[in-house]
């Protein structure tokens, strides 16, 4: 008998018309011989209700703790009217919190990390033809501390469930019906991709595109856990990922690119004139991480006179402390001057077929340049290359990328 583990996001369970919507999909699984566990978020907005509640008590930043103990009750709603909407139409249904699973996570509050799943319980309950609906995004501490795991947690749940479980498949219902070639509000040509290897969309998720969150991906890809990314209001196939070796040499033979990735939220950094001598750059960027800043893109120019130039990318939303950072420590560098640019994007081709073939680098450049985009900075790994042009060019580049590659053909039919 196969074993689920399907995952329903905010958007999925908003109101209880989607509730009940959700209920009778999972009765079509279940009628066809299949075991269920369903992880769900909290109901749209909630998780934003609760935040306003806490920031309504006056204390800035709240309590860890506490702030977990108020988060996780939005999931609560949620698992309770799903088993209830179950129940009524004929489903034996049984709700757990996080802590009710033993989902053993470290003391990080607010950003916590899955250490162990008991997974007795919710066997037990399956053996007696029970669908099993968990919270996401929770869990519990050595000490008996409710945790919440942050940004994306529902999903981390699900695929760490059908881990534990040994789960054929974990299926993520979102609003959309699957992984396309890129974002179809940008290229109305995008094609929804039939599967992909855990390697590009793991990439695809850390540049830009928010199908799926990374901790989700990387752990997926770690345990082996197949994903398949599946719309909550339309009946199909939708996106499988996964390591299957036969899918990924079909892939590298016919397919150069899977999909083009971008994102709105970078800026650029320049600190000019320091001088080039060994431990500068860990000098200049261990200011950045100090203040907890992630640092993305990295380039060092060559000396010319003794000193150089090095330039790096974070995100915009951390452009303006970057800025302050390096102004008030360029004395101390000798640097002649700081210079900076919020208005930039991140555009990246992305797939297994580039380890194969050579050539992808300069169809890129000559597309760019052929309609006069200039790229600002280049980086390239294995399977993807991602360069930083203006803003402005953002839909242009990517739309000029994907016609050039013709990802809107479908390879796999």
Known sequence: MPLIVQKFGGTSVGTPERIQHVATKIKKHVENGEQIVVV?????????????????????????????VLLSTG??????????????IGIQARSYTGSQVHILTDSAHNKARILDIDDKNIRADLDLGKVVVVAGFQGIDEFNNITTLGRGGSDTTAVALAAALKADE????????GVY???????????????????????????????????????AGKYNVPLRVLSSFEEGEGTLISYDIDDKDKEMESALISGI???????????????????????????????????????????????????????????????????D???????????????????????????????????????????????????TSEIKISVVVEEKYLELGVRALHESFGLEQNYFK
């Open 40 to 68: 769900v978020s909290a109901m749209s907005g909630e998780t934003n209700r609760l935040t306003e509640l806490a920031k309504s008590m006056g204390e800035l930043p709240p309590t860890p703790r506490e702030f977990d």
């Open 75 to 88: 999931e609560q709603v949620t698992i309770a009217l799903l088993s209830m909407a179950l129940h009524q």
């Open 170 to 177: 974990c299926q993520i219902y979102t609003d959309v019906d």
């Open 181 to 219: 070639t890129t974002d179809p509000r940008v290229v109305p040509q995008a094609r929804r991709l039939e599967r992909i290897t855990f390697e590009e969309m793991l990439e695809m998720a850390s540049l830009g595109s928010k199908v799926l969150q990374i901790r989700a991906v990387e752990f």
């Open 261 to 327: 990735a971008f994102n709105r939220d970078e800026a650029k950094v320049t600190i000019t004139g320091v001088p080039d001598k060994p431990g500068i750059a860990y000098q200049i960027l261990d200011c950045i991480s100090d203040k907890n800043i992630e640092v993305d893109m990295i380039i060092q120019n060559i000396s010319a006179d003794g000193t150089t130039d090095l330039t790096f990318t974070v995100h915009r939303n951390d452009y303006e402390q970057s800025m302050k950072i390096l102004n």
């Open 329 to 379: 420590a360029s004395e101390k560098f000798g640097s002649k001057e700081v210079k900076g640019d919020n208005k930039i994007v991140k555009i990246s081709l992305v797939g297994v077929g580039m380890r194969s073939h050579a050539g992808i680098a300069s169809q890129m450049f000559k597309v760019f340049a052929d309609e006069g985009i200039n790229i600002a900075m280049i980086s």
